[in-house]
């Protein structure tokens, strides 16, 4: 058994209500909690955090090691643009993790198009909206069982 960490940044705590046409009606509480039985259908275990602070997001990325987190899902919102510090927290620690964005950032404004976190994440899963993390945590499931590629 493994311990996930999935980690939300800032707005994520709106989703259901937040510009539902581009993020869904579905709340983050019920996509933690989907995600939470597929972990344990999966033999793990899901913890789950999100902040609109930056500083809790990095605190919660230097906590994971020693909290047994062997693997991270990561949506970090706007932070995604922005976040040097959350990036260099990531290495620092070595924490393998897959980026998950619901929107398509790609079909978006041209500054979402960049991201501090693509280039060291294990994966990328935008644009399918709540079905990208249940998605992430599958692939994380296969490469913890170490049968995906690298």
């Known amino acids: 058994m493994a311990r996930l960490l999935l980690l939300n940044g800032p707005n994520l705590n709106l989703l259901g209500t937040r510009e539902p046409g581009l993020y869904g009606a579905d709340t983050l509480d019920a996509i933690v909690s989907r995600c939470t039985v597929l972990a344990g259908e999966l033999g793990h275990e899901l913890v789950a955090s ?3 602070a930056e500083h809790e997001l990095v605190e919660a990325v ?3 090691k020693p909290q047994g987190i062997d693997f991270m899902i990561l949506n970090p919102g706007a932070f995604t643009h922005t976040s ?4 260099d927290a990531i290495l620092g620690v070595g924490l393998p993790f897959i980026e998950v964005h619901l929107s398509n950032v790609h079909a978006r404004a041209a500054f979402r198009r960049h991201s501090y976190f693509s280039d060291i994440a294990v994966g990328w899963i935008v644009g399918l909206g709540p079905l990208g993390y249940e998605l992430a945590l599958r692939a994380a499931a296969v490469r913890l069982a170490g049968t995906a590629p690298r």
């Not at 040097?84 to 990036?87: D, K, N, Q, V």
């Open 50 to 52: 999100q902040s609109n």
């Open 62 to 64: 230097q906590k994971a």
């Open 84 to 87: 040097i510090s959350l990036r």
